[in-house]
């Protein structure tokens, strides 16, 4: 059975601090997705790496992929309160592209 | 936005009752997903669709039916609605062999009282 795995579960930091939300799971896989999450909103694509040292960036936000160590990273840049969201994880489990999710990181950036 | 439709947003019923709620598409995508989202848990998938008529179970389907009459519209069934499927559910979609993401839907917020 595949487990995803985020941490922090929650984070608050300053404006203008970098941070790094981990994305550990527990089965091979070559695709991984992160997605935000608004209060009460759906859910918004980020990124979508598909193969070992996949690296993408995107404004302040950036991740990268690690499929030996089954291990994606989002890594925050100088961070300012429109970041504040919900960020998860997600990791494709089979040629049936079943996502199975983390349990989501909780961005607040704080002025 | 990828077109996908979920009605009706918001719900509230009573426990015992069938509740069916509607996710409708128009990509055209092959595969379509209901997931449940509870603080805590993340997402977890309910059922999946990978064709009309070919529907399979997630890890959380018990309770749940599905149905899928036309490649456009996934209907998601509680058969008798209890107070623990009180969540709020996402429909979500994926092409066909493309190297993209899945798409979700608004979601729908269900109170089961």
């Known amino acids: 059975e595949l487990k995803v795995e985020q941490n922090p579960l929650f984070l608050s930091m300053q404006e203008g601090k970098n941070y790094t939300i981990y994305c550990n799971y527990s089965t091979t896989s070559d695709r991984l997705y992160w997605y935000r999450q608004d209060p009460g909103k759906s859910l918004e694509s980020l990124f979508v790496?598909?193969?070992?040292?996949a690296v993408k960036q995107e404004g302040r936000l950036m991740a990268s992929l690690d499929t030996k160590a089954r291990l994606s990273t989002l890594h925050i840049t100088a961070a300012v309160h429109d970041l504040s969201a919900t960020y998860f994880c997600?990791?494709?489990?089979?040629?049936?592209?079943?996502?199975?999710f983390g349990g989501g990181t909780r961005l607040m950036v704080k002025p | 936005d990828a077109g996908i439709t979920q009605s009706p947003r918001h719900k509230v019923t009573e426990t015992g009752t069938p509740v069916t709620l509607r996710c409708h598409q128009t990509e055209n995508h092959r595969y379509m997903y209901w997931y449940r989202q509870d603080p805590g848990h993340g997402l977890r998938l309910i059922h999946y669709s990978y064709g009309v008529k070919d529907t399979d179970k997630g890890e959380v389907s018990d309770g749940y039916s599905v149905s899928r009459s036309k490649t456009e519209d996934f209907l998601l069934t509680l058969e008798s609605a209890t107070s623990s499927q009180t969540s709020v559910y996402f429909c979500?979609?994926?092409?066909?062999?493309?190297?993209?993401?899945?798409?979700f839907g608004q979601g729908t917020r269900l109170t089961v009282v």
């Open positions: 790496l598909l193969s070992n040292g």
């Open positions: 979500a979609t994926y092409p066909a062999g493309g190297n993209t993401e899945a798409f």
């Open positions: 997600a990791v494709d489990r089979s040629a049936g592209n079943m996502l199975t």
